[in-house]
């Protein structure tokens, strides 16, 4: 499985951005998905999840804020932002977990989101 993050950039406290991911090769065997954040001198944490069939779970410094979806059918990853915060600054990854044949966690390179006036 390839994943290819986009989306990212500069915006200003407030406002709003929309992460997508594309996912490629063995997609058929994807079960949930994820991104997950990396802010500078900290660690890789995990901003939302979703499930194959729909189901989600939210960082807690990201709920009603952010909102994770996905198409299954175009396999798409899509992570919608608003109200953004200085401390939202990251590199953005989006993650996959593939079950059966090939089994385990793939990441797609990083998106930078920096949120700044």
């Known amino acids: 499985v390839q994943l290819q993050a986009s989306g990212g950039g500069l915006v200003q406290p407030g406002g709003s951005l929309r992460l997508s991911c594309e996912a490629s090769?063995?997609?058929?065997?994807?079960?949930?998905m994820a991104w997950y954040r990396r802010a500078p001198g900290k660690e890789r944490d995990m901003v939302a999840q979703?499930?194959?069939?729909?189901?989600?779970n939210y960082a807690n410094s990201v709920k009603g804020r952010f909102t994770i979806s996905r198409d299954n059918a175009k396999n798409m990853l899509y992570l919608q932002m608003n109200s953004l915060k200085p401390e939202d600054t990251a590199v953005y990854y989006c993650n996959a977990y593939l079950m059966g044949v090939g089994k385990g966690h793939y990441w797609g390179k990083g998106t930078l989101v920096t949120v700044s006036s």
């Open positions: 979703i499930g194959s069939g729909g189901d989600t």
């Open positions: 090769g063995r997609t058929v065997g994807i079960n949930f």
